[in-house]
């Protein structure tokens, strides 16, 4: 194929312990999945039908890179999140199925421009300003479903500069993988190489320039990145 110009470069994960890397089709991302987070965001609780957004693959921060902080925000906001990555996809995927479809998982930043998507709320824009802006998603190596198994309990935390700042625990979401799974795939077709950050425990909050993020989802991994 002759094309125009050279393509941008692949965006991949490393995957633990292998020589190989997990090229990223698409990043879809799940909102208010933990209840205390929505009622610290104003949302209600209950179990509503989940809701989606979209993050780009060239948002990935790998290797515990860092994280600019975007000059166009003044209330940048951490999210720490359990990351699905699929080896399948398809259409109409039963729930019962699902988790077929995962062959890794890992440990995400959903960094958020916070002022900028109240803004996006206030006049019932997308939110994609303030989700998928560049480096928006610092991400760790990937391990393996046949190392780790599918964790549906277990910790989940965010430290900023040593402070922990997120506390949670898998078994709190209220969308579990298969659900979302299979939700999505009534909305889209999935691929080999989609990931799916899961939603966010309560504490988000603030970070500025010099914080150092440290957090972790038991039994799965940890992510790393400094603010600059």
Known sequence: MNFFFPPQPQPYLRIAGETSVYPVHRIYCVGRNYAAHAMEMGGDPDREAPFFFAKSPDNLVIDGGDFPYPAC???????????????????????????NCVGFYGVGLDMTLRDLQAECKKHGRPWEIAKAFDRSA??????????????????????????????????????KVPEIIACLSELFELFPGDLIMTGTPSGVGAVRRGDRLHGSVEGVGEVRTKVV
């Open 73 to 99: 925000s003044e209330d940048v906001h951490h999210e720490i999140e359990l990351v699905v990555a699929l080896t399948q996809g398809g259409r109409g995927i039963p729930r019962e199925n699902a988790l």
């Open 138 to 175: 610092p991400c760790s190596n990937l391990r393996a479903v046949s190392e780790i198994g599918h964790p549906a309990a277990g910790a989940i935390w965010l430290d900023v500069n040593g402070a922990r700042r997120q506390t949670g625990d898998l078994n709190q979401m209220i969308w």
